[in-house]
């Protein structure tokens, strides 16, 4: 992906940490390839939505079948106890989903029969066969074989889930670094997160941000969220001197997964008419710094600080019934955009609750006349 995000160093820094992520309690327990492929059948084993496709390949599928036919160990699997008595997949995701596949008889990845590779790495018995190939015996040993399950649940705060966050965060073994909103959107599932993904694909969104599909790593709705996370009651009343973004966001996330129909509806009324309104008098520069050293030559890339500024004072201009901005828009904008103190809370400790007020409230009065309430 082509970088459209114009950086902010302390907040590509974040880090926070807090007493309470660490009260849980966890245990083992050795469950059975048939107990879990029931359980997913059923509801009650969740796939972690950022893992919405199966990545192995049939050899490294293979491979793992052959070793349960041999009787190999077979690494420990990382689930999450949910409110609702779920377990969700932490860590593990593409071997329960391997024996599932295989089981059923069609390979995920292209939707064809299940059958192991002929290669001489695969045991000469089971080589080239379907899962309904194998005779009874070795059918029940791979549904009997049992992988040792380490399960996590949070203690404290009875509400939230902080914990799990940080336990996704460190022990997920898939391949690369998961960024925030990759672990909010497994950790924090609900009709917010739904809502998010609902609302990355407005065609007047996508330009603003300056990418034309979603971005695979989840950026875009992370974005989106701290609009909403920034612009709330909590924001405004906040009294710390500065807030971490990665856990206000994952609190704010996690407290308001599951709004009622009614709030929902005000949060997508919301996003829609601030993204229209200021692509209609901005265009897709809407959020956009200047350069003041190369006379005040427009920087081509999506910036967070002038994004939650600008997005937040037209949601409140809008609600106290504001319909237009002056004659000449973009001279307003980059009027704001050459102001000294605004440029500082753009660009400096950026999550100073402060500098984040000051952004918001300076961006609402040179824009459109108002004081931000």
């Given at each position: 992906m082509k970088d459209v995000i114009q950086h902010i160093p302390d907040e590509d820094d974040d880090f926070y940490s807090d007493d309470d992520l660490f009260y849980i309690s966890s245990w083992g327990a050795d469950l059975s390839f048939?107990?879990?492929?029931?359980?997913?059948?059923?509801?009650?084993?969740?796939?972690?939505?950022?893992?919405?496709?199966?990545?192995w390949d049939k050899t490294a599928a293979s491979r793992f079948i052959d070793s349960l036919l041999l009787g190999l160990p077979v690494p420990s699997i990382f689930l999450a106890k949910t409110s609702n008595e779920k377990l969700l997949i932490i860590d593990g995701y593409q071997r329960i989903m391997t024996i599932y596949d295989y089981v059923r008889g069609i390979f995920s990845t292209d939707e064809k029969v299940f059958k192991l590779t002929r290669s001489p790495r695969i045991n000469a018995r089971w080589r080239g066969k379907a899962f309904g190939e194998l005779d009874d015996t070795?059918?029940?040993?791979?549904?009997?074989?049992?992988?040792?399950?380490?399960i996590f649940v949070q203690d404290k705060p009875a509400a939230g889930n902080t914990s799990l966050f940080q336990i996704f965060e460190r022990i997920n073994t898939s391949g690369r670094t998961l960024l925030p909103q990759e672990i909010?959107?497994?950790?924090?599932?609900?009709?917010?997160?739904?809502?998010?993904?609902?609302?990355?694909?407005?065609?007047n969104w996508r330009s603003l941000y300056g990418l034309s599909t979603e971005d695979a790593r989840m950026r875009?709705?992370?974005?989106?969220?701290?609009?909403f996370a920034l612009?709330?009651?909590?924001?405004?009343?906040?009294?710390?001197?500065?807030?971490?973004?990665k856990c206000f966001l994952n609190v704010y996330m996690n407290e308001h997964r599951d709004p009622s129909e009614d709030e929902l509806a005000n949060y997508r009324i919301r996003f829609i008419k601030a993204v229209d309104f200021l692509h209609t008098f901005f265009g897709s520069s809407a959020f956009h710094n200047i350069s003041l050293t190369y006379h005040d030559r427009l920087v081509e890339k999506f910036?967070?600080?002038?994004?939650?500024?600008?997005?937040?004072?037209?949601?409140?201009?809008l609600s106290q019934g504001i319909s237009s901005l002056p004659e000449n828009p973009e001279a307003a904008r980059r009027q704001l955009l050459r102001d000294e103190e605004y440029r500082a809370a753009i660009t400096r400790q950026t999550m100073r609750v402060n500098s984040i007020r000051t952004r918001i409230?300076?961006?609402?009065?040179?824009l459109f006349g108002l004081d931000y309430e």
């Amino acid at each position: 992906m082509k970088d459209v995000i114009q950086h902010i160093p302390d907040e590509d820094d974040d880090f926070y940490s807090d007493d309470d992520l660490f009260y849980i309690s966890s245990w083992g327990a050795d469950l059975s390839f048939r107990e879990l492929i029931d359980r997913y059948k059923d509801g009650e084993l969740i796939k972690p939505e950022l893992q919405r496709k199966y990545v192995w390949d049939k050899t490294a599928a293979s491979r793992f079948i052959d070793s349960l036919l041999l009787g190999l160990p077979v690494p420990s699997i990382f689930l999450a106890k949910t409110s609702n008595e779920k377990l969700l997949i932490i860590d593990g995701y593409q071997r329960i989903m391997t024996i599932y596949d295989y089981v059923r008889g069609i390979f995920s990845t292209d939707e064809k029969v299940f059958k192991l590779t002929r290669s001489p790495r695969i045991n000469a018995r089971w080589r080239g066969k379907a899962f309904g190939e194998l005779d009874d015996t070795e059918q029940r040993k791979i549904k009997n074989t049992t992988i040792h399950a380490i399960i996590f649940v949070q203690d404290k705060p009875a509400a939230g889930n902080t914990s799990l966050f940080q336990i996704f965060e460190r022990i997920n073994t898939s391949g690369r670094t998961l960024l925030p909103q990759e672990i909010r959107n497994c950790v924090s599932q609900g009709a917010l997160n739904n809502l998010l993904f609902e609302l990355n694909l407005l065609p007047n969104w996508r330009s603003l941000y300056g990418l034309s599909t979603e971005d695979a790593r989840m950026r875009d709705l992370e974005f989106i969220l701290r609009f909403f996370a920034l612009s709330s009651d909590t924001m405004k009343a906040e009294t710390r001197e500065s807030i971490s973004l990665k856990c206000f966001l994952n609190v704010y996330m996690n407290e308001h997964r599951d709004p009622s129909e009614d709030e929902l509806a005000n949060y997508r009324i919301r996003f829609i008419k601030a993204v229209d309104f200021l692509h209609t008098f901005f265009g897709s520069s809407a959020f956009h710094n200047i350069s003041l050293t190369y006379h005040d030559r427009l920087v081509e890339k999506f910036n967070p600080t002038i994004f939650d500024s600008i997005m937040i004072a037209t949601d409140f201009a809008l609600s106290q019934g504001i319909s237009s901005l002056p004659e000449n828009p973009e001279a307003a904008r980059r009027q704001l955009l050459r102001d000294e103190e605004y440029r500082a809370a753009i660009t400096r400790q950026t999550m100073r609750v402060n500098s984040i007020r000051t952004r918001i409230g300076k961006a609402t009065r040179m824009l459109f006349g108002l004081d931000y309430e």
